[in-house]
């Protein structure tokens, strides 16, 4: 999985605690992605990385927050869960070069997120 | 902006049929297309891309795809289906210089014997 590490893989939670996701690379890639899949939406985009200390939301970061001190890893936190936010997240690098690479992103195996 | 339709949320088709996944996109700029595979409890792997050099790419798995600009297409094709080939596929685009990508909703393939 182009040496992306997901932790945890499995967690179940209850509403209102706070909860991080953990994303880590070894491809020294500029970009990181967090994601959220659900059944019917696809793939939809919570918050990105273009280097340390810099994020930008994307079309559902409404109570989410992240945190990219090193290049290699990627934090995800729900500050206080809800359950509307029980889903598969996924976290995503893309070496960003713009040239014929295409912005190709590779993807982590995936993090199964219950909020009970 | 930019977005791709899926149509269909699952196609069923019988082992060494054809497999024909469609895809329309919008996009205001000459795009960068994209498919994607899940397998099950799987992350998404690179199927192919579509960066504005050949309008027919080959993919990974003997699938290949063909851009048409004329009809806002990108669809995903297979001569033959592999029981192997059950999977969740995602098409995405985006465009050059813009590092994120628009994923469409996702076609469930089902191979049966």
């Known amino acids: 999985d182009a040496g992306i590490t997901q932790s945890p893989r499995h967690k179940v939670t209850e509403t209102g605690t706070p909860v991080t996701l953990r994303c880590h690379q070894t491809?020294?890639?500029?970009?990181m992605y967090w994601y959220r899949q659900d059944p019917g939406h696809g793939l939809r985009l919570i918050h990105y990385s273009y280097g340390v200390k810099d994020t930008d939301k994307g079309e559902v970061s409404d109570g989410y927050s992240v945190s990219r001190s090193k290049t290699e890893d990627f934090l995800l936190t729900l500050e206080s869960a809800t359950s509307s936010q029980t889903s598969v997240y996924f976290c995503?690098?893309?070496?960003?070069?713009?040239?014929?690479?295409?912005?190709?992103?590779?993807f982590g195996a995936g993090t199964r997120l219950s909020v009970l | 902006a930019q977005s791709v339709t899926q149509l269909g949320s699952h196609v069923s088709v019988s082992e060494g049929a054809l497999v024909l996944l469609r895809c329309n996109y919008s996009?205001?700029?000459?795009?960068?297309l994209f498919w994607y595979v899940q397998y099950p409890n799987q992350g998404l792997q690179l199927l192919l891309k579509y960066t504005s050099a050949a309008t027919l790419v080959k993919g990974i798995n003997g699938f290949e795809a063909e851009f048409k600009k004329s009809e806002t297409s990108f669809h995903l094709t297979k001569p033959s289906a592999h029981m192997s080939d059950a999977a969740e596929y995602f098409c995405a685009v985006t465009y050059p210089g813009f590092q994120k990508l628009v994923f469409g909703t996702g076609t469930r393939l089902l191979v049966s014997p």
């Open positions: 995503a690098i893309s070496e960003g070069s713009g040239r014929d690479l295409g912005n190709i992103q590779y």
């Open positions: 996009s205001s700029v000459p795009p960068y």
């Open positions: 491809e020294n890639h500029r970009y």
